[in-house]
């Protein structure tokens, strides 16, 4: 039984300048299409595993790299809800790993690099145990202040992280959005490159967001966090948020996920 509520709305929304949206999420046994949507509910299980998937910009089969990882994504968490005593760290990386071989044999078989970053997230109804690959981003939103679960695995990423730069310097940076981790590395990367990996418990009122960088590329933090701190309605937040990256250039794909924890009845 949760000792939370989860409650929670997606978007993905093409923006305004791509042709083709090669952004997608897989959310309480839904992978999202490639049309325009927004939708909300509530998590029925106990145990759930949520991915936001970004195809990289730059490769032919990004589309497709993204909706293979969201796949298998979706057989995870069908895993993890099927076998209470299953170590579920294993079932993420193991699927980790086999949506970078889907994606790299599909890559070997057209003849044309294919990509995606992925955001997981893991949620057993009291704490979070956040997995990445890439600059799509999961932050906790708590008290207002918001966190950054996730790490950009990018040169650039690495100087934020390290507090060397600020996040104005990092979106003008020329390495800004050059990946060195992402689903879809050649075998002689395998292994599977380690995921970021972060575990922290539930508070009530707790907000989480997974987002492509369609959303952090054109809002600023404190931007995010105001509209975090003035909308309590999950839904009416999230429509703010992509209309404020819409109005902001919308220069990318754009997917987000909003969760919130209230306290169980």
């Known amino acids: 039984m949760h000792k939370y509520t989860i409650s929670y709305a997606c978007t993905i929304h093409i923006g305004k300048v791509r042709e083709e949206n090669q952004d997608n999420f897989y959310i309480d046994g839904r992978i999202a299409g490639d049309e325009n949507e927004t939708f909300s509910g509530r998590l029925k299980y106990d145990k759930n595993i949520i ?15 993204a909706q293979l990882v969201a796949e298998r994504v979706k057989q995870a968490d069908e895993v993890v809800k099927k076998d209470e005593a299953i ?26 690099g294919g990509g995606s970053t ?3 997230v893991y949620l057993d109804g009291e704490s979070i ?22 790490r950009d695995h990018t040169p650039v990423g690495d100087l934020v992280y390290e507090d060397r730069i600020s996040e104005e310097r990092a979106r003008k940076h020329p390495q800004r959005n ?23 418990k539930i508070h ?16 600023w933090t404190s931007e995010i966090i105001s509209v975090l701190s003035s909308e309590k309605n999950l ?7 992509l209309e404020l990256a819409l109005q902001n250039g919308g220069k990318d794909n754009i997917a987000i996920i909003l969760l919130s924890f209230d306290a169980g009845e």
Do not use: W
């Open 51 to 65: 991915a936001i998937c970004d195809g990289l910009g730059g490769e032919a089969n990004g589309k497709e790299a």
């Open 87 to 112: 170590d579920v760290h294993e079932v993420i990386i193991n699927h980790l790993t086999l949506a970078n071989n889907d994606v790299h044999e599909m890559s070997k078989k057209f003849g044309r």
């Open 118 to 120: 992925v955001n997981i």
């Open 129 to 150: 145990l956040s997995y990445n690959l890439g600059d799509s981003r999961t932050y906790l939103y708590r008290k207002g202040i918001l966190t950054q679960l996730s």
């Open 178 to 200: 050059q990946l060195d981790k992402c689903i879809g590395m050649p075998p002689r990367d395998s292994p599977l490159r380690e995921p970021h990996i972060v575990g922290e």
């Open 204 to 219: 009530a009122d707790d907000i989480l967001l997974l987002c492509s960088d369609g959303l952090t590329d054109m809002c």
């Open 235 to 241: 839904e009416r937040a999230i429509q703010t948020l």
